[in-house]
């Protein structure tokens, strides 16, 4: 393996071992921090290759993935959290860190499976099936959370991955298209934190079946 | 066997033996230099060992021979680990080819498996309760390690801690492979919880948190000596697996002499105080894990050993 390939290898698996730690934790802040130390990273990675490659695109959008994904949104869910302090951990979420941590595991090598059967030899490149099994990843936290917030991180990570993959794979891809997933992010993350500050002050008639059934 | 290999060989086990309770010295004092006290002197747990040595053995009531003779059988067999693997040399000593990474696991695992045999017959309800907790855990740790193996024995191809030592200290893209380094950290949470170090166990908390030291607490006299020092070679073999084979396998000198074997002593030694500033580090910022939580930290190490073999089938041989 030569150095850049190398590099590119440390930086996935630092990468997935971020998505290994935001499906374990149960507390909301040191989720955000995992989150943007994980677009933090791909932003490392993005601007790994744009020097490598010489790409003022990929600079551009490695500065773009830093100031937006690493500190922006960070800083707007830190805010959410602050302004409601019951969201700082998911509820009964104590005791699933074991379960979590080796779900994620199994995802990831199901993912992998997966890949290897359908796309590897679409995508041959070393560290390939990182991007999906990122994606894999972010799909398993959205499907087992309740917190909004910690939902709103499980979209971030696939977004993520699809930025990835957009990186790994289609080198001098066009840069409005990685632009419009920025948009994208952005525009989730507020709708997310508008939907959840309304569904607090109005109140949601499913949380009162939810409570109904709940015994 | 020519005679310069059988004094290495016998230069190695006595480093074992000798420096073992050293490092458990250097240890306590460097944690209590943390701690802003002076601590004992690092030749005490010598001192400790000349104590017990001269005491009186004295045996519970309804105790069988397998509560005198499990703490020796453990002794010996440290002392055949020592000579197996690879701690004051590069290159394989003449017992080394007898046993792998695999071999060594089980002869650790027999030293363990006696110790708790005779914690268990000594009747006690506490020695009962610290067997079993070092069961529950083991059950998880167990897992972890064999895991490490495979992982190990797909960097090098083979399941020789020697040859593994040799890759890693020629190769920098074989050192710097995401497979090596997530192996070396599910290594060193299990390092930490083998060996007793904080966030899994504190020797200073004796009832809550105990897990090795629950088994001693029947064993008095030359017994309670010889299981101590049990743990003290316990820590020396593991910490030297894990600086020669995993973390920092550089260094030693490769010539088969006496003179290079013992200037590895003290190479190695070295290494180990590096490695004794790293655990103090962690011992002063952690907190102790509450009992049933140490399942998550071993999750944690199995997770990591499971991602290191799968890093190797997602990103190819280093």
Redesign the interface.
């Known amino acids: ?1 030569d150095l850049s390939a ?1 590099v590119l ?2 930086i ?2 630092g990468v ?2 971020t998505s ?1 730690f935001l499906q ?1 934790e149960s507390f909301v802040d040191p989720l955000i921090d995992g989150i943007a130390l994980q677009s933090l990273l791909l932003g490392v990675l993005l601007g790994w290759l744009a020097w490598t490659e010489h790409s003022v695109d990929l600079a551009f959008l490695a500065g773009l993935t830093v100031v937006v994904r690493a500190i922006v949104i960070p800083y707007v869910l830190r805010r959410q959290i602050r302004a409601f302090r019951w969201r700082i951990r998911e509820v009964h979420a104590a005791n699933r ?2 379960g979590h ?2 779900a ?2 199994a995802a ?2 199901v993912a ?1 499976f997966v890949f290897q059967q359908t796309l590897a030899t679409v995508f041959p490149q ?2 390939g ?2 991007p999906f ?1 990122l994606l894999v990843q972010g799909l398993l936290m959205l499907a087992t959370r309740s917190n909004t917030l910690v939902q709103v991180m499980g979209y971030l990570e696939e977004e993520n991955a699809i930025v990835y993959a957009g990186a790994l794979f289609a080198s001098g891809f066009p840069l409005f298209v990685e632009v419009v997933v920025f948009l994208d992010v952005l525009g989730v993350v507020l709708v997310g934190v508008i939907l959840s500050i309304q569904r607090d002050v109005t109140g949601s008639p499913e949380e009162v079946v939810l409570e109904e059934l709940s015994g | 066997m020519e005679p310069t290999q059988q004094v290495v060989n016998v230069l190695q086990a006595a480093t074992v033996l000798l420096l073992s309770p050293l490092l458990a010295g250097v240890l306590a004092r460097a944690k209590a230099w943390t701690e802003s006290r002076t601590g004992p002197s690092v030749f005490q747990p010598y001192f400790d060992l000349a104590k017990y040595l001269r005491k009186e053995t004295l045996l519970p009531d309804g105790a069988s021979r397998v509560f005198i003779v499990a703490p020796l059988v453990a002794f010996g067999t440290y002392l055949l680990i020592s000579i197996v693997v690879p701690i004051i040399t590069p290159y394989p000593i003449p017992y080394a080819s007898s046993v792998d990474f695999l071999g060594g696991g089980l002869l650790f695992g027999l030293a363990g498996a006696v110790t708790l045999l005779a914690a268990l017959d000594s009747g006690s309800n506490y020695t009962a309760l610290g067997a079993s907790r070092t069961v529950s855990f083991a059950a998880f740790g167990e897992p972890t390690l064999i895991v490490v193996f495979f992982a190990v024995a797909l960097i090098t191809g083979t399941n020789n801690p020697y040859v593994t030592n040799n890759l890693l200290s020629s190769s920098t893209s074989a050192y710097l492979a995401p497979t090596h380094l997530l192996v070396t950290a599910a290594f060193f949470l299990l390092l930490l919880a083998e060996i007793g170090r904080l966030p899994v166990e504190s020797a200073g908390l004796m009832e809550f948190g105990m897990l090795e030291d629950g088994r001693q607490f029947e064993h008095s006299g030359r017994l309670l000596g010889i299981l101590r020092w049990n743990g003290w070679m316990k820590q020396f073999l593991l910490c030297s697996v894990f600086l020669n084979v995993f973390a920092a396998p550089w260094g030693m000198i490769a010539q088969p002499t006496v003179l290079g074997a013992l200037v590895n002593v003290g190479v190695l030694f070295g290494k180990q105080l590096v490695l004794v500033a790293g655990l103090v580090a962690i011992e002063a910022t952690v907190a102790k894990v509450r009992l049933f939580k140490i399942r998550d930290y071993l999750a944690l190490a199995f997770s990591l050993a499971i991602l290191s073999v799968f890093a190797f089938a997602v990103l190819g041989a280093p």
Do not use: D, F, Q
């Open positions: 393996m190398e290898a440390l996935g698996v997935l071992l290994l374990s860190v074991t941590a080796l994620a595991v990831a090598i992998w070393t560290g099936a990182l099994i």
